[in-house]
């Protein structure tokens, strides 16, 4: 199976203050820090943005830019922009979670078979936006999103989801860590200091 990874990047950092993509993590831009892990462990790896020039000058050659194909910001139009492009299983991953490792991708996507959706629902949260989607989802995300219903969660009720939870993740040697995000400044902070995932 090809490794596909979309990166999604259209967010608006209200609470961080500025476009977290671009902040400094580990010294480097966060967008450039989780594209080039993925990258490295040999992920097809596209980033989903509003702007696609913003981050030309921070992401190597190797990883895609792709423009969002709806106005409304939300992760649903990234997910069917996402699939559109790819029309093939896809791990998604949003920018503000850098401690995923290439390994726990790989399984998630790995898990996706015989399923529309493979979410981790694990160490307390529902992560959708950490999860593999396969290309029978479109149909219902865009049917959804013309309604005018962004919410991903509507979205995951009406497919054969499968949810991977707590033992899922821990039984190939990861905890809760590696879902950490970032959302204000302070996180960036503490993940800086901290060493996700095992």
């Given amino acids: 199976m090809l490794l596909n990874v979309a990166l999604l990047a259209g967010g608006q950092s209200r609470r961080f203050g500025s476009d977290k993509a671009l902040a400094l993590f ?14 490295r462990e040999g992920f097809n790896v596209s980033v989903i943005s509003k702007d696609v020039t913003k981050y030309l000058n921070v992401l190597s050659g ?3 830019h792709v423009e969002d194909i709806y106005e409304q910001q939300c992760p649903l139009a990234g997910l069917i922009t996402a699939l559109r ?11 503000d979670a850098p401690g995923v490792p290439a390994d726990a991708a790989k399984a998630v996507l790995g898990s996706l078979s015989g399923y529309d959706a493979a979410v981790p629902d694990a160490f ?17 995300f865009v049917n959804q999103f013309e309604t005018g219903n962004y919410r991903l969660r509507d ?9 991977l939870d707590d033992a899922f ?3 190939i040697g990861f905890d809760g860590s590696i879902f950490s995000n970032i959302n204000r400044r302070e996180d960036m902070e503490i993940l800086n200091n901290t060493v996700c995932g095992k």
């Fill in 26 to 39: 580990r010294g480097k831009p966060l967008i450039e820090y989780i594209s080039e892990k993925f990258v």
């Fill in 62 to 64: 190797s990883v895609e």
């Fill in 85 to 95: 492009h790819f029309r093939a299983p896809v791990f998604v991953i949003s920018t």
């Fill in 124 to 140: 307390g949260k529902i992560h959708p936006l950490i999860a593999a989607y396969s290309p029978s989802c479109l149909d219902v």
């Fill in 155 to 163: 979205a995951l009720s009406a497919l054969n989801t499968r949810y």
């Fill in 169 to 171: 993740f821990s039984s």
